[in-house]
């Protein structure tokens, strides 16, 4: 029977949260189409986290066991054996750049369309459309595919449901590809900046070149800090590139999509990249020395000035209307 199936990331044993989202969404499609959602986890995942994929919808889960997790390739071995065994016509993935590359990996290997970024799926005269948000988001295109498709969601896209029971395991064995074993992940570590959370800022202070340097989101940090709780610090990608700031700061194209209450961009051109990370805030305020920035050309407020003179300022001026 042809199916969805849906590659399960996993991360030291836990499941990854986009990937029981991509589940719940193929479950619900599946039930749409008249088949099933199945899901694959590979590596050593314990039989309890993998059967618990049925509590969000997977009609049977796969577990590739002597594979190794966290790499591409042995993943893209495990999903394409999986599909010329069960003859699946869709595969879909939640998103993050593991499954960016596993599912660019797959499409090529089994020679099925692809689109990425997905923020919506529909049925339509039996087969999956699947939408994707165009030109800095400004439009929504929807393809639809003559064959097999590889569907991978933006981050955060599909919402988790719990709908079901634990599914049963079934373990596969698989014979990997020569080049699976030339990668090894070595080891995993902290990613820098792990506690940041811009998305949820109802004020965000972001930064960019104008800061001068590292040393300059002082700057940022102090005002964020007058704004009080709820107010955070990001960054545009070029002092993310520049190591000023960690990435997950980074708003824009490539980064996060944010829309606070209030939003103030210290040093920044405002390039279209960015822009379209940040256009849905509420209100802008824009500080930049060069009055021709096309940051002002989609700011609220507008001041030309030196961020080092006004920011420290403004975040004076916070202070003392904050009492
Ligand atoms: P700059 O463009 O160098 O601007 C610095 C600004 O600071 C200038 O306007 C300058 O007038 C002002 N300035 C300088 N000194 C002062 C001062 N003392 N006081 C006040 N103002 C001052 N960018 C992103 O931000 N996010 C993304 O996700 C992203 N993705 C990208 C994806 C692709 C495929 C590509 C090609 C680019 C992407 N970019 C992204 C990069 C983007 O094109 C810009 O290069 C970047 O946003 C510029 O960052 P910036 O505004 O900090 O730097």
Do not use: C
């Amino acid at each position: 029977m042809a199916g969805i199936l849906v590659y399960a990331l996993t991360n030291e044993g836990a499941i990854n949260k986009n990937s029981l989202g991509a589940v719940s969404q193929a479950a619900k499609l599946a039930g749409e189409l008249g088949t099933e959602a199945h899901a694959v986890v590979v590596g050593n995942v314990d039989d309890a986290v993998a059967g618990s994929l049925g509590e969000y919808g997977a009609a049977k889960v796969f577990r590739a066991k002597d594979a190794p997790e966290g790499v591409s390739t042995p993943a893209v071995d495990v999903l394409a054996k999986l599909f010329a065994d069960n003859d699946y016509d869709y595969a879909i993935f939640g998103g993050g750049l593991l499954g960016f590359e596993i599912g660019a990996g797959l499409a090529a290997r089994i020679g099925a369309g692809i689109t990425a970024e997905v923020t919506g799926v529909k049925v339509e005269g039996g087969k999956l459309v699947a939408q994707r948000p165009i030109l800095g988001d400004s439009l929504i295109s929807e393809s639809n595919y003559k064959g097999k498709g590889v569907l991978i969601g933006r981050t955060n896209a599909f919402e988790a449901t719990q709908s079901g029971s634990a599914a049963s395991v079934e373990d596969i064995t698989v014979d990997l590809s020569p080049q699976a074993g030339k990668v090894r992940l070595v080891k995993r570590g902290e990613q820098r900046g792990a506690d940041i959370n811009i998305e949820d800022a109802n004020v965000l202070v972001a930064g960019g070149r104008g800061l001068g340097a590292a040393e300059g989101f002082q700057l940022a940090e102090d005002l964020a800090a007058a704004f009080g709780g709820g107010a955070a610090v990001g960054a545009t990608r070029a002092v993310v590139d520049a190591g000023w700031f960690p990435y997950a700061g980074q708003i824009g194209q490539t980064g996060k999509t944010v829309a606070p209450k209030l939003y103030v961009a210290a040093g920044i051109s405002g390039a279209i990249q960015h822009k379209v990370g940040m256009q849905g805030s509420e209100n802008i305020i824009a500080i930049n020395k060069d009055a021709n920035a096309p940051i002002f050309e989609f700011s609220d407020l507008g001041i030309v000035g030196d961020v080092q003179k006004v920011m420290p300022a403004l975040t004076e001026a916070v202070k003392a209307k904050k009492g």
